[in-house]
Nanobody, 115 residues
Framework: QVQLVESGGGLAQPGGSLRLSCAAS????????MGWHHQAPGKDRELVASFWRWGVTNYADPGKGRFTISRDNAENTVSLQMNSLKAEDTAVYYCNARVASHDYWGQGTQVTVSS
């Protein structure tokens, strides 16, 4: 079992920034990939960005150029820096970890972008 604890999120104005962090209960070197998904009301959960064990990052198109995913090996955390936020970024953001064929999820954190 891998437990994921998320922090960050909240309310931001359009054009503002937020930072999300996710702490894993195990060494991230044992995790194939960690990342963030989001789910807006009435929509499916979608990938935002991911960080693979061998250092490769992957971003969904809406976040390219605005979001940056990073990893802290010592703290077993993965963070998502979100800049130039837009109203359409409003969603619940979930941390995800894939270990072998198992997916683990955090409890979710709300991000609201509104003036």
């Amino acid at each position: 079992q891998v437990q994921l604890v998320e922090s960050g999120g909240g309310l931001a104005q359009p054009g503002g920034s937020l930072r999300l962090s996710c702490a894993a209960s195990t060494s991230i070197f044992s995790i194939n990939a960690m990342g963030w998904h989001h789910q807006a009301p009435g929509k499916d959960r979608e990938l935002v960005a991911s960080f693979w064990r061998w250092g490769v990052t992957n971003y969904a198109d809406p976040g390219k150029g605005r979001f940056t995913i990073s990893r802290d090996n010592a703290e077993n955390t993965v963070s998502l820096q979100m800049n130039s936020l837009k109203a359409e970024d409003t969603a619940v953001y979930y941390c995800n970890a894939r270990v072998a064929s198992h997916d683990y999820w955090g409890q979710g954190t709300q991000v609201t972008v509104s003036s």
